[in-house]
Nanobody
Framework: VQLQASGGGLVQAGGSLRLSCAASGSIVNINAMGWYRQAPGKQRELVATITNSITTNYVDSVKGRFTISRDNLKNTVYLQMNGLKPEDTAVYYC?????????????????WGQGTLVTVSS
């Protein structure tokens, strides 16, 4: 199983970016998917999550600006980021709790993407 994130980049304050993260492999079912971020010198923090019942959750600092969504047919989660601020600068990581097949067994585990850098200039 792999998670491949993309969509980061450099943007001016007030601008927008859309992150994508696609899961691939012997996936049986994807439960929650989410985005985390880690700014320089800070701990990784939860940004947003979405369950397979499309229940969403956001950290207070991004509410009203970021929108998380998912495409179950593509095993992909998105993060639309509008009104970006310099304090949103961080490496963004996607995460997925999913069930996969390995051999004759089925397993549930958390997987992480490789991270994509978002830089917001003032």
């Amino acid at each position: 199983v792999q998670l491949q994130a993309s969509g980061g980049g450099l943007v001016q304050a007030g601008g927008s970016l859309r992150l994508s993260c696609a899961a691939s492999g012997s996936i049986v079912n994807i439960n929650a998917m989410g985005w985390y971020r880690q700014a320089p010198g800070k701990q990784r923090e939860l940004v947003a999550t979405i369950t397979n019942s499309i229940t969403t959750n956001y950290v207070d600092s991004v509410k009203g600006r970021f929108t998380i969504s998912r495409d179950n047919l593509k095993n992909t989660v998105y993060l639309q980021m509008n009104g970006l601020k310099p304090e949103d600068t961080a490496v963004y990581y996607c995460n997925s709790r999913l069930t996969y097949r390995e051999g004759i067994g089925y397993y549930t585990n958390d997987f992480w993407g490789q991270g994509t850098l978002v830089t917001v200039s003032s």
